[in-house]
């Protein structure tokens, strides 16, 4: 056999090298060319990862993107055979604020297949997670109504859940519902009407209302009680506007601190934010309510027979916090509904109450009868708190006894209005976020896009 001359060239034997090359070199301008219009829908808002503000002084900039990239677009998908997305509900303004978003979001009701009902039953809430805050709302009345793929952001920033941070938002967002409770939408002809609710842990709930919650005197957000074992008068919209405008008067014409001010008006800090959603309509948390029972109980009870009893569910306690996540909670009732036997430490009985509450918390719509089985649990939880006067009773636990009865009466469901949804947005955010955080810049644009995809686009 004939030896093979060596080349000059290294490569010269590796048969169908120029294929390759030239295979690489086409996908290399077919990325360069997707590159470009990813370039073209990045705003410079989003790539600041959506802050809110009033500046307006790059909308011109944006519009003259917004008319390059829909030149781009024709050309790009002829010679690379690349489906592109176009953001057009996004395209008509530059930051992410509430009043547009909110406008855009309900405007999509248009794309729906089917509407369930002439009334539209809508919940806003919002939560702060990795010290980013997500204001959204959802239809309860739509299949899977707590899926993360329902809810419809209509802001995002960086920073808490307070009232400070968010009252800009709301007040706009308020301006809207003012104007869709009293004209409803229009669509396809038929006349919509919708009925808004609002929920969140209490924290965001207090933000909301304008009520001091935590440790004040009157921690209660529904009631003016004192005491977390007793229900107290329930408080009102009005009442709350007005014992506002009482500590407004009273600071310009005396010296009381504000502090004692709101203490002696009902411990109220604010005006609520949203006024046209009753107090009625807001929704105790299932998710946040039910994880404090089963944390405090868990504390309490200081057992080593639990821990055995957890043990095959694979769960850790939230890093630097001796207290497991809403998740973890819920495996662990699961399991004391499934196998209650398996238990044999303190406080059996309560935590087989906890779960047998728990869920009843689906985001499904309740039955009369299991509307009468979650009351009776309710009774029965207040019994056995009783017998234990050492347990202390917190906000969360105050809210299940006294208050989440007369919602799920009156509304016939609890989870279908609940904030468990807003806590799965946070993992899918966070996501995204692994997927952003990446020394390819390839890489971060197209896990950016697929956020804001994910987030703006995707029909309900």
């Not at 990446?438 to 804001?452: Q, T």
């Amino acid at each position: 056999m004939k030896a093979v001359k060596s080349s000059t060239d290294p490569h010269a034997s590796l048969a169908g090298l120029k294929l390759v090359q030239k295979r690489i070199k086409k996908n290399n301008e077919r990325k360069k060319k997707v590159s470009k219009i990813m370039e073209k829908i990045r705003r410079d808002k989003y790539k600041k990862r959506i802050k809110f503000d009033e500046e307006t002084e790059c909308e011109e900039e944006v519009k003259d993107n917004e008319s390059e990239r829909e030149k781009l677009i024709p050309e790009v998908q002829k010679e690379s055979n690349v489906e592109v997305i176009q953001l057009k509900g996004i395209s008509n303004f530059t930051d992410i604020t509430a009043p547009s978003a909110f406008k855009y979001s309900i405007a999509r009701l248009k794309n729906m297949k089917k509407i369930p009902s002439r009334r539209l039953r809508i919940t806003i809430g919002g939560d702060t997670g990795d010290k980013r805050t997500k204001l959204c709302f959802n239809l309860n009345d739509l299949k899977n109504p707590q899926s993360c793929y329902r809810y419809l952001i209509f802001a995002e920033y960086d920073g808490d859940d307070s009232r400070e941070n968010m009252v800009d938002i709301l007040e706009e967002v308020e301006i809207d519902l003012k104007k869709l409770l009293k004209e409803g939408v229009e669509i396809n002809g038929v006349k919509y009407f919708f009925q808004f609710y609002a929920t969140g842990d209490l924290k965001f709930i207090c933000s909301l209302l304008g009520c001091q919650g935590g440790s004040s005197k009157k921690f209660c957000c529904f009631c003016k009680t004192e005491k977390h074992i007793e229900e107290g008068p329930d408080r009102t919209i009005e009442e709350i506007n007005q014992n506002y405008q009482n500590i407004k008067e009273k600071l310009k014409s005396s010296k009381t601190k504000e502090n004692i001010l709101r203490q002696q008006n009902e411990s109220v800090c604010g005006y609520p934010l949203l006024p046209s959603i009753p107090i009625e309509n807001i929704c105790p948390p299932a998710l946040h309510c039910c994880m404090a029972l089963c944390n405090k109980l868990r504390i309490f009870s200081k057992s080593s027979k639990f821990d055995e009893f957890i043990k095959d569910l694979n769960i850790k306690p939230i890093q630097g916090r001796d207290e497991y996540n809403g998740n973890a909670c819920r495996k662990i009732l699961q399991k004391f509904r499934k196998t209650p036997d398996a238990y044999d430490g303190p406080n059996k009985s309560l935590f087989t109450t906890i779960a047998d509450i728990e869920c009843y918390a689906k985001a499904e719509m309740l039955k009369e009868a299991e509307i009468k089985l979650l009351e009776n649990l309710i009774k029965e939880l207040k019994h056995q708190l009783n017998d234990i006067p050492s347990f202390k009773i917190g906000n969360k636990i105050h809210a299940i006894l006294f208050h989440l009865m007369p919602f799920v009466i009156r509304e016939k469901s609890w989870g279908i209005f609940s904030e468990q949804g807003i806590e799965a947005i946070h993992a899918k955010f966070a996501e995204f976020e692994k997927r952003k955080i990446s020394k390819k810049f390839e890489k971060s644009k197209y896990a950016f896009f697929e956020m804001l995809r994910m987030t703006f686009i995707k029909e309900m």
